[in-house]
């Protein structure tokens, strides 16, 4: 067995899976950052120190930015750890905050459910539309929106899921 591997089962197996899931989806989160970081840097040192602005490297930049926001908020932040308006939720009790949890979970999931056909067609009509530097087709540069739909709809499920499991009060 390597190090690392899942012990045994499939319980071990999946939560094995689910880790590597986890720190894979950091380590793209992680390249994308600093890929607009880097892009960022070069734009800098062309624009301030050799007096040649480059054209690409603030649309780079911006297509980079873009996907490291969508890819980390339906990817690596947890979605307890999102922005959220608790002023209620904190002087409630905990079975109230688990129904307000339910509710907002169920309200989340159904919210982005309805937006996947309105996206894939916004998606499918700006395919004919690239980038004014870089030639990428916009479809590619917006795609990252449709993953954060489905991202975070399922770590809106798994979270329903796990509320109405045994360890609930982990969850609020």
């Not at 590619?140 to 399922?154: D, N, P, Q, R």
Request: aromatic share 18%; charged share 15%.
């Amino acid at each position: 067995m390597t190090k690392g591997a899942p012990s045994s089962g499939s319980a071990g197996a999946l939560a094995w899976l689910g880790t590597m899931a986890k720190r894979v989806a950091d380590w793209i989160g992680v390249a994308l950052f600093l890929s607009a970081f880097m892009g960022f840097l070069v734009q800098v040192f062309y624009r301030y120190v050799l007096n040649a602005p480059l054209l690409w490297t603030q649309e780079f930049v911006m297509i980079s930015f873009i996907w490291a926001v969508f890819w980390s908020a339906a990817f690596t932040v947890p979605i307890r750890k999102h922005v959220s308006f608790d002023v209620v939720y904190d002087i409630v009790s905990p079975e109230t905050r688990r129904v307000f949890s339910v509710i907002s979970m169920v309200a989340v999931i159904a919210a982005f459910a309805l937006l996947v056909p309105y996206t894939w067609d916004y998606l499918t009509f700006m395919a004919r539309r690239k980038s004014a530097v870089l030639r990428i087709p916009m479809d590619l540069v917006y795609g990252c929106y449709l993953l954060f739909i489905a991202g975070f709809a399922i770590q809106g499920f798994w979270r329903l899921i796990q509320l109405f499991g045994p360890s609930w009060r982990d969850q609020i």
